[in-house]
């Protein structure tokens, strides 16, 4: 092997070795946004101390999370009909409206003159939810270990996961587009209105192509009828 080539691996190697430390550290990174949201958050996108790697990656926790939730919860904490639990469907029944949240989030910045991209949103976000998983992950199997009367061991912990996450995502977001508090909050107040109108735009439109084709398989059954 030549030495032109051998150098030309050692470089890839060293490339994915970096690549790889850098994937991990930005993982680790969560947990200083977690404690320290306002100077966490303000590294993370402007800083560039996050990854979309690791940000997607606590997505995936996240949904992998809930649908665990859903199938391995103690039937006294929660009632699912497993027999029609489809995992990808509920997956997808949180993605769609998280990254449509992140999509309005990012258009309503127009408005505001937020300084936020899209990436730096979805970051944020991803981040946002690690509170969720690392409580919540853990409770779903503790769940099969408590008897009922320990119930409110569990409901405190659920409400503080979800509570938490809700606070980072806000800190988040007021940290990426530099806003303060107020109007933050208002701005919030416009993704959701956003977000609501992204769904109803979406489901017209899926509405008159379903009609559009509806429409044009009747045509070419009629005319197929016709010619026979």
Same mark, same amino acid.
């Given at each position: 092997?030549?030495?032109?080539?051998?150098?030309?691996? %050692?470089?890839? +190697?060293?490339?994915?070795?970096?690549?790889?430390?850098?994937?991990?550290?930005?993982?680790?990174?969560?947990?200083?946004?977690?404690?320290?949201?306002?100077?966490?958050?303000?590294?993370?996108?402007?800083?560039?101390?996050? %990854?979309?790697?690791?940000?997607?990656?606590?997505?995936?926790?996240?949904?992998?999370?809930?649908?665990?939730?859903?199938?391995?919860?103690? /039937?006294?904490?929660?009632?699912?009909?497993?027999?029609?639990?489809?995992?990808?469907?509920?997956?997808?029944?949180?993605?769609?409206? /998280?990254?449509?949240?992140?999509?309005?989030?990012?258009?309503?910045?127009?408005?505001?003159?937020?300084?936020?991209?899209?990436?730096?949103?979805?970051?944020?976000?991803?981040?946002?939810?690690?509170?969720? *998983?690392?409580?919540?992950?853990?409770?779903? /199997?503790?769940?099969?270990?408590?008897?009922?009367?320990? +119930?409110?061991?569990?409901?405190?912990?659920?409400?503080?996961?979800? *509570?938490?996450? *809700?606070?980072? +995502?806000?800190?988040?977001?007021?940290?990426?587009?530099?806003?303060?508090?107020?109007?933050?909050?208002?701005?919030?107040?416009?993704?959701?209105?956003?977000?609501?109108?992204?769904?109803?735009? +979406?489901?017209?439109?899926?509405?008159?192509?379903?009609?559009?084709?509806?429409?044009?398989?009747?045509?070419?059954?009629?005319?197929?009828?016709?010619?026979?």
């Amino acid at each position: 092997m030549s030495a032109t080539k051998l150098l030309n691996k %050692s470089a890839k +190697a060293a490339a994915r070795k970096e690549k790889w430390r850098r994937y991990l550290s930005s993982l680790k990174y969560a947990k200083h946004t977690m404690f320290h949201p306002f100077d966490g958050f303000w590294d993370l996108t402007h800083e560039k101390r996050g %990854s979309f790697g690791a940000a997607t990656t606590y997505l995936f926790l996240f949904l992998l999370t809930h649908v665990l939730k859903l199938m391995y919860t103690n /039937f006294q904490f929660i009632t699912a009909p497993l027999q029609y639990i489809n995992v990808f469907e509920q997956a997808a029944s949180l993605l769609l409206p /998280f990254l449509i949240l992140c999509l309005a989030n990012w258009a309503a910045t127009t408005l505001f003159d937020g300084k936020g991209r899209f990436i730096d949103i979805y970051t944020a976000m991803c981040y946002a939810l690690v509170p969720f *998983v690392i409580i919540q992950l853990p409770l779903v /199997f503790i769940s099969n270990m408590i008897s009922f009367d320990e +119930a409110a061991f569990y409901t405190v912990l659920m409400s503080v996961s979800v *509570v938490w996450s *809700v606070m980072l +995502a806000f800190v988040g977001l007021m940290q990426v587009h530099d806003y303060t508090p107020g109007k933050t909050f208002i701005f919030l107040i416009f993704t959701i209105l956003g977000a609501l109108i992204i769904i109803f735009l +979406a489901l017209v439109f899926f509405s008159l192509l379903s009609d559009a084709a509806s429409f044009f398989v009747s045509m070419y059954r009629e005319t197929a009828f016709r010619l026979n």
